[in-house]
């Protein structure tokens, strides 16, 4: 009888446990995180908020594609799946294997007609299948409107889904976290918060080409008697115009959402060694 | 040879019911024409508890209740329903052999993959529920015994071992032998017969004496030897559902409640295959006449009328037909196994489904080429470096199975030394570019994006050629350039005319 009544318990104790993750919320609880230590740390969420729409927004080849398929690398690591709207079709994939990304996890879509970009992205989003949506508008002369930015701001919080939007300098959109990127001499890409309500506007980091390209860097030869930042050394703005590095606090790792999120991510306790296996 | 029968009491009223679930509750019969008089052939539970009788006329009915809807009884249409039921059937059984109008015959000899065959019996009658069908079933050596015990006998499943059956029949009332000869049945009944087991019990002489070879047989029957062989259904080659809507649809909710039906006995007949479909056909027959095709196309394999339900919303959501809808049928033009999937605990089937239609719908606005996935391909030529195929994401591997294998969260294998230097953008076409060269060669300045612009640095060359054989050979020579005013770009000087392309950025 007691045994039939503990086993009645421990059942009880399971059910419940299991109803805890299924009401775990999916919202605003964690961050992709890229696996830059310096991109993580430039917002308050130690990566790119779930559930959240950012604008990497910059010049032509100022490394916004670069970041995007980082944290796309970051998903995909941990067998979540990955979109890419690529609406110039300009898309590597060999550059993207080369950033970690598995492409077996990586959904490109390319759109003929440049005004299913958003609808595209938006159906993604709200699906939830998606852990990272990256939204290429650039060199596609599309720019979002502000009913277009709040629907993509509601399917990424109804997708729980990290999606980044990447615009050229003349599209910037609205009403999302916007980070500047550009280039910041040869070698180096410098980050800037320009707006985010969650706090950690104005914060900058200077991220080295070789920290995203992590084996064998270029060897460049300079011209024009500039150093390895691109400015000339003589150049009395130089220091002015370096930014401060950020305090390196964050372990690193490998990016992406596990053991960040409590609820569902939560590595359940290991059953193989009490199985024999 | 063992063999499970199932009967299904007064199919077409359930078939109704399930189709059409406002009826439930209410009087509805099924009326079919004899000798030009409209006669009662079902009738469902409200009706009965009225008074009403099958073989009544469609005129008396309607006096005992005047609210009494009716429906003409199509055999055909009752067919296609168990034929849908009975090919979901196979996921248990290997074959299956119809009884029309409400029966059908399963062959029981997998029986021991569902724990014996009170297992298999408790299996088919959950594939029935799941489906809305009421059902009883037997499991007998001898194709009458199971029928009769289905048809007549109290329980809901029950199975009788072999040599048994005459024990098993005894109780059994005479009509369990209508379906054979009516008029030996009616001449039983005249002797004061009223079980197989009375009859079971006479001298077999006596009966060949008095009815022939019918009386032979019938006793042959109520002893529980039967010579009929199992005979197995044959599977239609083409999946193909249709249905005719009882008044032409001029809004899309009556065409969505009819694709249900088809779409649920569609997939029905998949999932006992054990196949997924991939491409679907959707005639839409318009009222007087026409009729215009929809494909439906999935991007992952399903065979969840779910899914292909909320496909087939989006895609006729949008459609304008010229005249309102008389029929539909719908066609599964490809297939292909269904190796079905794990669910790890704490996952719900909604995420996958949420895939899938988002797939599904993306593929069918967009067009099947807008959506893939890159695979590296060995080819040196930059822009060939990788082929689309079509997004099929691996099944990411969890619990007990994941830890066993070791396959938890990976870290990102070292990239190859040749993709690390490939640029994340890459042109559709290389763009030719004006370049000034100093006296030693090299690159001083390009005109890019409208403007004359310095070369702050240069990494390079790194020559990459080949294809010699080929009508195009390619020889080049690749540079990493960063430009004033730019971030880096992948240039190249193309050996056959020595000029400067701009192939892709590092964005």
Known sequence: MDAAHARQNQVERLRQEIRKLHAAPRRYLAALRTGIRLLDELLPAQGLPLGKVLELWGEAASGKTTLALRAMAGATQENRLGAYVDGPGELYPLAAAALGVELSRLLIVRPKAPGKLVWTAVQLARSGAFSCIALDLTHTGVRLSLAECKKLSEAASRGGCCLLVLTPPEAPGDGMIRLEVSAFGVENVRVEVQRSRQGGAGAQAIIPWDSLYPRDPPR?????????????????????????????????????????????????????????? | ?????????????????????????????????????????????????????????????TALVGTLRHFTYCPETERAALMSLAEQLLLIAPAFQLSSPDGLWLDASAAGLCQGEEGLCRRALEICSSRGYRARAAVASEAFTARALARHGRKTAQVILPRNGARALE???????????????????????TTLGEVASLPPAALLARMGAAGLLVHRLCRGADDSVFVPTPLPEVLEESIELDWPAESHEPLLFALKTVLDRLCARLCGRRRAA???????????????????????????????????????????????????????AQSCDDPGSQLALGDVPEGDAGLEVVLSRLSSVLGEDALFAAELEPVHRPEAAYA???????????????????????????????????????????????????????????????????????????????????????????????FDGFGPAWIFRDARDGQFYLQGMFD
């Open chain 2, 388 to 482: 689309a195929k079509s997004f099929r994401p691996p099944e990411a591997k969890k619990g007990i199975l994941a830890e066993a294998e070791g396959c938890q969260v990976r870290i990102t294998p070292q990239a190859d030394e040749v993709l690390a230097q490939r640029p994340s953008r890459v042109l559709e076409r290389p763009a030719s570019l004006k370049v000034e060269l100093d006296l030693e060669g090299d690159l001083r300045s390009a005109r890019l994006l409208g403007k004359h612009r310095k070369v702050l640095a240069v990494s390079g060359p790194e020559r990459v050629c080949g294809e010699w054989w080929a009508e195009v050979p390619y020889n080049r020579d690749y540079y990493r350039v960063f």
């Open chain 2, 171 to 193: 109780a059994l009332p005479l009509a369990a032998l209508e379906h054979i000869d009516g008029s030996a049945v009616a001449a039983l009944r005249s002797l004061g017969l």
């Open chain 2, 1 to 61: 040879m063992r063999l499970l029968y199932l009967h299904f009491e007064r199919f077409p009223i359930q078939r109704q019911m399930i189709e059409a679930p406002t009826l439930a509750g209410k009087p509805i019969v099924f009326v079919q024409q004899i000798r030009g008089e409209r006669k009662i052939f079902a009738a469902s539970s409200a009706a009965l508890t009225s008074g009403i009788r099958p073989g009544m006329t469609l005129s008396a009915g």
């Open chain 1, 220 to 277: 460049f030869r300079y011209l024009h008697g500039v150093g390895s930042t691109g400015f000339s050394e003589d150049d009395p703005k130089f220091a002015e115009r370096r930014p401060q590095r950020l305090k390196l606090s964050w372990p690193r790792d490998c990016g992406g959402i596990a053991r960040s999120r409590p609820g569902r991510d939560v590595a359940l306790p290991e059953l193989g060694s009490s199985l024999g296996l």
């Open chain 2, 278 to 332: 991939i491409r679907l056909a959707l005639t839409l027959k318009l009222d007087p006449t026409g009729q215009v095709q929809v494909w439906l196309v999935l991007a992952r394999p399903s065979a969840r009328a779910k899914i292909l339900l909320e496909l087939a919303k989006h895609r006729i959501a949008d459609l304008t037909l010229p005249n309102p809808i008389a029929a539909l049928t719908l066609t599964v």
